[in-house]
Every structure is written in C-alpha cells, then in structure tokens.
C-alpha cells in the first residue's frame, strides 16, 4: 500500500527503560541495528500497527508497555534505488513513518525476539538514547535525528534530552 507519492504507511517505534535507554535490535543474519519498525496494513490505525509490530518484533504484549507519546506529522525518508525490488522502481521511493515513544513498564525478560515464525532480529540491547544515529544505515538518519528530537521533549527533563555536541575529531582544523 503506498500513498500517491510513492511511500508506504509506516510506523516506528522507540522504546525507552526506565533509565532512558532505547532498544536497538540488530536485523537477523546482518550487521545492521535499528528501532523496531513495520508497515500499517489497510484498515489499520497507527497505533495498532505499532501494537502488532511491537509484538511481532519484540515480543512484547500492550500490558508490558506505556505510550509516552508520538510524533505530530509523518516522517518519511527514500529508500536507494538499489535497495527497492524491481516491480517496485518507478513507483516506491520509501518510507512515511508515525514515531511512538513507548515506555518498558514490564521487565527485560518479557522481550522475546521469537514471538512469531518469522523473527525482524537476532540480537538487542539497551543503548544511551542518542547512540542509533551513529550506526543507523546512513538513508535513515535525518529520519531518526527527526524522531527522537521530537520524542525527546516527552521524557523527563534531566535524562536523554539534548544531543550531545559531535566530538572534534582534529581534522581539517
């Protein structure tokens, strides 16, 4: 299902602890991590892919988790054109994604990444809030600086709010 711009219906999901952490899921069989995330289905709202994919990706049921919030409007990022299928060049260009910020009310031991059948990940950990934009696959990082700027405001005043400055690293100075 893609909108007339050519970006398929999205949502993605950051889920904090009680420290502020979020869970960063590394893609079975890759090198890759990155926030849960999965298409809306036709008929489904946002929230409702969200509980689905939290399910089908984490393990996790609506009891084991708080909504603390979404973003306002879509995100969307494009997708390279190496990556998209065949049958799809010309008319897919990416992702438009609602971001929910989720707050880990259960314990770590109620994620199970085999939930379903067919598992999105193979390995996860907790990381400080603002560490996925240094390893996110680089077409997605102006779409997570975006979320979790937005979703920052949520949390507590004193945890994960601001962005740390990058290091200098010395070069070209």
Known sequence: ????????????????????EVFWGK????????????????????????????????????????????????????????????EWRGTYKGQKQIWFLLRLVGRDSDVSLRATEHPEFDAWRWNDYWVPLESVIEFKRAVYEQALTELARLLQPHRG???PEPQASGLGQ
């Open 27 to 86: 893609r079975i069989g890759e090198h890759s991590w990155q926030f849960p995330q999965g298409g809306i289905k036709k008929g489904e709202t946002p929230e409702q892919a969200m509980f689905r994919e939290l399910h089908e990706e984490v393990g996790l049921a609506p009891e084991h988790v708080r909504i603390i919030g979404r973003t306002r409007d879509w995100l969307r990022y494009d997708v390279p054109k190496q990556w998209v299928r065949r």
């Open 1 to 20: 299902m893609l909108d007339r711009e050519g970006y398929r219906p999205n949502v993605g999901i950051v889920l904090v602890n009680q420290h502020d």
């Open 161 to 163: 709010r601001h962005r």
